[in-house]
């Protein structure tokens, strides 16, 4: 799923970048700057910040438990938001 029309940017990509920062410190503050500066873009209208922040939060949150749980921070490849998500 497109999340960001401006910079085409698809939910699974957002999930990536969120999984390779928090391999390198589960403790990061994530944010949509940090996100965009990870993927090479900018921010450019904003109508998209709130479901990145969404984004963020929930599958952190996700990532988070499953390396406290001490399984493998990543899933499957997908477009299609996780069942579990809120």
Not at 36 to 65: M, N, Q, T
């Amino acid at each position: 799923m497109i999340v960001c029309s401006c910079n085409v940017i698809a939910r699974r990509e957002i999930e990536a970048v969120i999984e390779e920062i928090l391999a390198e410190d589960p403790y990061a503050v994530l944010t949509p700057g940090l996100l965009y500066h990870r993927l090479g873009r900018r921010g450019k209208c904003g109508g998209c910040f709130p479901h990145v922040s969404r984004i963020l939060v929930e599958h952190g949150d996700f990532v988070r438990a499953r390396i406290a749980a001490g399984v493998p921070a990543e899933r499957a490849p997908t477009d299609e938001p996780r069942s579990d998500a809120a």
